[in-house]
């Protein structure tokens, strides 16, 4: 994710207004930050942790940066551990160039061996260094600052937004490719962010950039062109949010926000990892991993839910797997299989239960592969291996967008590992196009308007098959951790051998029924079951069966898929248990006795 803030014009300490910016960009990436303040050359500070870390080390300085023009990062790293040289902004060799950057820059390996062969030393291990360097040398041609700036745009392909400044020009550059930069348009003041509350104590008065909009700011005013500098009309637009929702970019709740979020979570997870046309799924992290004899999964919670998933995608591919609870894992009797591999599923990378699992699996001499969120985190370093799922930071203690980036990068494992060409081509489009089906359902889902209907029930069922039963019972923790109301996810085939003792009409089952298989047909008898005992159904489907007849109300999905339709369909169960919640007036972000990282066994 990572945030980014520039200013231009006369403010009494341009430093204040970046880093004051940066602080209410933090929750956007956490692990670096850093200021370039630009005058007839550029002072650049940066440093590894936390916001406070970078404003200590300004502060033991002599001489604290000055000038009219700033940009700022807060970093949530993707390409190398938070250090001090991997946090940005990044520089040329000569310290002519600064340059912020969201994103991942997908063919920075090509242009970093260009640059290299050309006798460029690069200075950190990230792929947004290639972009000052690039931009360095064009400027060293005859070209314009702008042309340069354009040519170097040229270059790069990925997701992105950059700010980027030139020492001695009072300028900020800047551009977006499928990652968020917004202009604050002030008086004789004019800014750019990733995100409006960084710099909404100076002006509600906004510009959204759009996909290849190339931007310069300066004390006198704003231009937007496209990417042939061609002039493209914008609209100023006022945002009427009050400071105190600004963390949360306008949502009443983190967890919101971050359900939001998933499409451009998913859209980072997949950056450079897709090839549509061969139909190819390419993970560099994955390169030497090799074929494993058989696959063990140790996880918590919902990362957990997710490593059930995995399992079936793993026996899907021919690799034998199974999942298992971290805490179970070390002390049961499992035998740790010395030639499998054993992939830790922890968003945190440090949750005490898994790790304590991966150590004793590797002191056991398997080999371990950390599917987590967080870049240098201890499973990340810990394990031989470790592939990031790139959803940007998540404050609300229940997991919602990083759960939907572990079932897609389980796909990026499961394919990989079994290096499946045959038939991956409808899968790989049908993971391209996972974020825009999840903003379809974000957008039309009717889930707020159904739990009104349920509000005074205490119990709540999760029902699925295959790939929708991980699901279930994902949907059912989310409801009880943020509800507080009693919910239980079931295998769909199971009700009968127990749990149907307690369905009646006060217990509203969700059953998830896709496609029109023979799974589905069996979901639906398993549906027609309860609705014979009078409870009301709620049917998340695709609309591909008739299961909407034996149903009382309907959360539709896209079609797609049936290894993306639980994506599709959890997503649908966050928003049932986040409206739920919202309802009884639960405390969302902060369930009561709930930690976002638990690090004790
Ligand atoms: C539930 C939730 C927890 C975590 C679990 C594991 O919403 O967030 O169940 O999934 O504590 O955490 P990680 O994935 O960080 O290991």
């Known amino acids: 994710m990572c945030g980014i803030i520039g200013c231009v014009g006369h403010h009494d300490d341009t430093l204040d207004v ?70 940005h902004p990044h520089t040329d060799e000569a310290g002519q160039v600064a340059v912020v950057h969201n994103g991942i820059i997908e063919n920075y390996q090509s242009l970093r061996d260009e640059l290299e ?12 260094e290639v972009i000052p360097h690039l931009f ?54 004019y800014y750019l962010a990733s995100d409006v509350p960084a710099f909404l104590e100076y002006t509600r008065d906004v510009v959204y950039l759009d996909d290849g909009d190339v931007a310069i700011i300066d004390a006198d005013g704003w231009d ?24 949360k970019s306008g949502y009443e709740h983190y967890m919101l926000k971050e359900i939001n979020e998933q499409p451009t979570a998913l859209r980072q997870g997949l950056s450079g990892r897709l090839d549509e046309l061969a139909g190819d799924i390419t993970v560099e992290e994955l390169d030497d991993v090799g074929f494993p004899e058989t696959v063990h999964f140790v996880a918590c919670g919902t990362s957990y839910h997710a490593a059930l998933y995995g399992v079936e995608l793993f026996r899907e591919v021919g690799v034998p797997a199974q999942a298992f609870l971290a805490s179970e894992y070390a002390t049961g009797p499992a035998p740790i299989p010395e030639d499998g591999l054993i992939v830790g599923v922890t968003q945190s990378g440090e949750t005490a239960d898994t790790l304590s699992a991966l150590r004793e699996a590797q002191g056991r001499g398997a080999k371990t ?63 391209r196009d996972v974020p825009s089906d999840i903003q379809q359902v974000l957008d039309e ?16 069922f999760f029902i699925g098959r295959g790939l929708h039963f991980p699901v ?43 496609g029109n298989d023979e799974r589905a047909r069996k979901t639906i008898g398993n549906v027609k079951e309860v609705e014979a005992r009078d409870a009301p159904v709620i049917a998340v489907t695709d609309g591909q069966s008739d299961v909407e007849r034996y149903a009382d109300h309907v959360l539709e999905i896209p079609e797609t898929h049936q290894r993306t339709a639980p994506m599709l369909a959890n997503v649908q169960l966050q928003l049932v248990a986040y409206h739920m919640a919202n309802q009884l007036g639960r405390s969302i972000d902060k369930p009561r006795n709930l930690a976002k990282s638990v690090t004790v066994e």
């Open 18 to 87: 970046v880093l004051d910016g940066l602080e209410t960009l933090e929750y956007r990436g956490y692990d670096s930050a850093g200021v370039a303040l630009v005058d007839d050359s550029i002072d650049v500070q940066k440093k590894q942790g936390r916001l406070e870390a970078l404003r200590t080390e300004i502060a033991k300085r002599d001489v604290t940066p000055t000038g009219d023009v700033g940009i700022g990062h807060t970093r949530w790293s993707t390409h190398g551990p938070p250090t001090d040289a991997n946090a």
């Open 224 to 247: 937007v062109t496209d990417g042939d500098g061609e002039s493209v009309d914008k609209e100023v637009s006022t945002v009427t949010w009050s400071a105190e929702q600004t963390g």
């Open 445 to 460: 889902t009717t889930a707020e308007a159904i739990v009104d209907e349920y509000v005074d029930n205490e119990s709540f």
């Open 472 to 514: 279930a019972l994902e949907g059912a923790l989310k409801f009880k951790e943020i509800t507080y109301e009693h919910a239980e996810g079931f295998a769909s085939g199971e009700l009968k051998h127990g749990p149907l003792a307690l369905v009646t009409s006060n217990t509203p089952v969700f059953a998830i029924v896709t």
């Open 117 to 128: 062969a050309e006798g460029v030393t690069f200075t950190s291990d990230t792929d947004t």
């Open 136 to 189: 360095a040398a064009y400027l060293e041609t005859d070209l314009s600052t702008e042309l340069a700036f354009h040519r170097t745009l040229e270059r790069i392909d990925g997701s992105y937004a950059i700010a980027a400044v030139v020492a001695g020009d009072d300028r900020i550059f800047a551009t977006r490719n499928d990652s968020p930069l917004v202009l604050g348009i002030g008086e004789n003041q």
């Open 369 to 431: 592969l950390a599917l987590t969120n967080v870049v240098g985190s201890t499973a990340a370093r810990e394990c031989d291996h470790a592939l990031y799922i790139r959803s940007g930071p998540e404050i609300g203690v229940a997991a919602t967008k990083t759960f939907s980036s572990q079932l897609t990068a389980l796909n990026l494992l499961a394919e990989t590992i079994a290096d499946n060409t045959r038939g991956s081509r409808d899968l790989v489009l049908a993971l």
